[in-house]
Nanobody, 121 residues
Framework: QVQVVESGGGLVQAGGSLRLSCTASGLAFSSYAMGWFRQAPGKEREFVAA????????NYADSVKGRFTISRDNAKNTVYLQMNSLKPEDTAVYYC??????????????WGQGTQVTVSS
C-alpha cells in the first residue's frame, strides 16, 4: 500500500521560512517524479514545484521561482520543499504527490493528505 505523508507546515510571519518534508512508502521512490501542489481556500489546486527521479530536473511555478527549492533524498524516500521569503499569498494546504514528471495534477498517481501553511502579514 502506497503512503505519502507530508510534514513541516505551520504558521510563519511574512518573510520567514519553512521546510516541508514528504515521505513516500510502498513504491519504488527513486523511479517516481515528485511534485508539490497547493490549494488555497476557494481556489483550485495548483502546481508549485516538481523534481524528476534524479535531482537534475526541477520545475517551479512562476510565483515561487527564486523563493522555493525542491530537493529529494532517494535514500530516505523523502522530498523537501524549502520555502523562503514567504508571502501571505503562499497560505494554502500543501500537497505532495508521486507520479510522472510534469505540471498537471493528472500526471501524479499518489497523493498525501496535505499540510497547512499559513503566512501572516
Amino acid at each position: 500500500q502506497v503512503q505519502v505523508v507530508e510534514s513541516g507546515g505551520g504558521l510563519v510571519q511574512a518573510g520567514g521560512s519553512l521546510r516541508l518534508s514528504c515521505t513516500a512508502s510502498g513504491l519504488a521512490f527513486s523511479s517516481y517524479a515528485m511534485g508539490w501542489f497547493r490549494q488555497a481556500p476557494g481556489k483550485e489546486r495548483e502546481f508549485v514545484a516538481a523534481i524528476g527521479w534524479s535531482n537534475g530536473n526541477t520545475n517551479y511555478a512562476d510565483s515561487v521561482k527564486g523563493r522555493f527549492t525542491i530537493s529529494r533524498d532517494n535514500a530516505k524516500n523523502t522530498v523537501y520543499l524549502q520555502m523562503n521569503s514567504l508571502k501571505p499569498e503562499d497560505t494554502a494546504v500543501y500537497y505532495c504527490a508521486a507520479g510522472r514528471a510534469g505540471l498537471s495534477l493528472r500526471r501524479y498517481d499518489y497523493w498525501g493528505q496535505g499540510t497547512q501553511v499559513t503566512v501572516s502579514s
